[in-house]
């Protein structure tokens, strides 16, 4: 992977950035890609200090017009993108029968319509040369009913379809296109779902009243668990696997 050029959305923190180091780690040219331009050159920021090749791209990923501005950027800048990780993602709590519109936009927009706007704008740059890779960061919730969850795991299951169609179309064209499943992890979106310091224990043993089993390894993801799954995916080491959702979760779905 070393010399090649990645583009992974929502680098500023969580899973995102756990990515970014990934590949920075690998002698990959990372450009990070966050709307939170402070948190994002924070980020950056630390991640050069250490020697990495990791450059900030704010922009705002919802946005058609600035989807493909970046794009042009980003390979003007730092060469052809041969990896692409969408990794920008955002919860909105409630229940579906109570849910405003404008939650489910907001969530829609970026966890669904922003995956659609930076893989084809990557894809098209990928197909005239007929190599890439393209993971999109999903989760468990798209295959696994969850309470008060209904925009996020609906948001989820459509950019999962969408990218294992989007797959099916440019294998032709030797571009692999799959997905990272996550369930909890160790993040701010997370954190933001507790209640009370009792939140950590509830996920991991469960919670009966909203239906969820809890985590059979007995532990919260860390974010790095998710990107080893990401690099792996995006790598030639997985040059045969396309159209593949990979959870990565702790067995919290019980394996569906």
């Known amino acids: 992977m070393e010399g090649k050029t990645a583009l992974v959305t929502g680098a500023a923190g969580g899973i995102g950035e756990?990515?970014?180091r990934a590949l920075a780690e690998r002698g990959v040219t990372v450009a990070a890609v966050d709307k939170d331009a402070r948190r994002l050159d924070e980020t950056v920021g630390l991640l050069t200090a250490q020697g990495f090749r990791v450059e900030a791209f704010a922009a705002d990923v919802t946005s058609g017009e600035a989807v493909e501005m970046l794009?042009?950027?980003v390979e003007h800048r730092l060469g052809p993108v041969e990896y692409l990780v969408n990794a920008a993602g955002v919860l909105r709590l409630g229940e579906a029968r109570k849910l405003a519109d404008e939650d489910w936009h907001a969530t829609f927009a970026v966890n669904t319509t922003a995956v659609f706007r930076m893989s084809r704008a990557v894809a098209n740059r990928m197909v005239p040369r007929s190599r890439g890779s393209i993971v999109t960061v999903a989760s468990n919730a798209a295959g696994t009913p969850r309470t008060e969850m209904a925009a996020y795991a609906a948001s989820k299951a459509a950019a999962t379809m969408l990218t294992k169609c989007l797959g099916l179309e440019v294998a032709q064209y030797g571009i692999r296109c799959n997905v990272v499943a996550p369930?909890?992890?160790d993040t701010p979106m997370l954190s933001s779902m507790w209640e009370d310091e009792s939140g950590p224990r509830r996920t991991?043993?469960?919670v009966p009243e909203a239906y969820r089993v809890g985590i059979p390894l007995g532990r919260i993801?860390?974010?790095?668990?998710?990107a080893n799954a990401v690099v792996f995916l995006l790598s030639d080491q997985a040059s045969h696997?396309?159209?593949h959702d990979l959870t990565v979760d702790g067995g919290a779905a019980l394996g569906v």
Do not use: F, H, M, Y
């Open 71 to 73: 794009v042009e950027a």
């Open 204 to 206: 991991i043993r469960g």
């Open 183 to 185: 369930g909890s992890t």
């Open 221 to 226: 993801a860390r974010p790095s668990d998710v």
């Open 241 to 243: 696997i396309t159209l």
């Open 18 to 20: 756990a990515v970014v």
